[in-house]
């Protein structure tokens, strides 16, 4: 096998000018923001600016053992399936919630949210409607800036106690520009809220982030 006669080099600019230039990469053809460290990976038919960032990690957990009571009392359990989880009450306002590392989405663009709930009951089956913030700070600034804050309708499988289900709260949300390292994961459960018509306690088990792009 031959020496190689000289250094490998790879395509490389700043980020300003890899945006305003908006070239597309041939696929495999590797691009590298001189003044972030981050790059881009070429597919041969997508532009600069709609290509994501290359990132090893594709999914974040912010498990219901990292999490906190926010509102009522909410309590946390390890079911006999071996999966710790929060009981959140029906008849009473309950809320959860916790701190992640954000700075490890670097490189994502969008991304889905999951919730995964444990049945907390063998009988009940019906909607779980419960309010999922994901919210961050930014630098300098004096309040919390929301990434997702929405109520959102869920129909929970009862029959089964110990039950475990994923649930799609929100896909292709934008990560902040620049975000900063930490973040904030709420769900939230309105007793008042007519369209909750499960009428049993519901385990929150997880949220989910999963790159989209």
């Known amino acids: 096998m031959a020496d190689l006669a000289g250094p490998i080099q790879l395509m490389r600019d700043t980020a300003a000018d890899w945006s305003s230039n908006n070239p597309t990469l041939a696929q495999g053809e590797i691009g590298i923001e001189t003044d972030t460290d981050m790059f881009k990976i070429g597919t041969g038919s997508t532009a600069w600016n709609s290509l994501g960032y290359y990132s090893p990690i594709k999914r974040l957990w912010l498990p219901a053992s990292a999490m906190q009571s926010v509102t009522g009392s909410p309590t946390y359990t390890d ?30 663009i969008t991304f889905d949210i999951y919730a995964w709930t444990v049945t907390r009951d063998a009988t009940a089956s019906n909607n779980i409607r419960a309010l999922c913030k994901l919210r961050y700070m930014a630098d300098n600034a004096t309040a919390l800036s929301d990434i997702y804050n929405a109520t959102t309708t869920e129909a929970i499988t009862g029959g089964t106690n110990n039950r475990m289900q994923r649930h799609l709260i929100a896909s292709a949300q934008t990560v902040p520009t620049s975000p900063p390292q930490i973040a904030y994961a709420h769900f939230y459960r309105d007793a008042n809220d007519a369209a909750d018509t499960f009428a049993a306690d519901i385990g929150f088990a997880a949220f989910e982030l999963v790159r989209a792009s």
């Open 79 to 108: 079911n006999s399936a071996g999966m710790g989880a929060w009981s959140l009450d029906a008849a009473s306002d309950e809320e959860v919630g916790g701190a992640f590392d954000i700075g490890q989405m670097e490189g994502w």
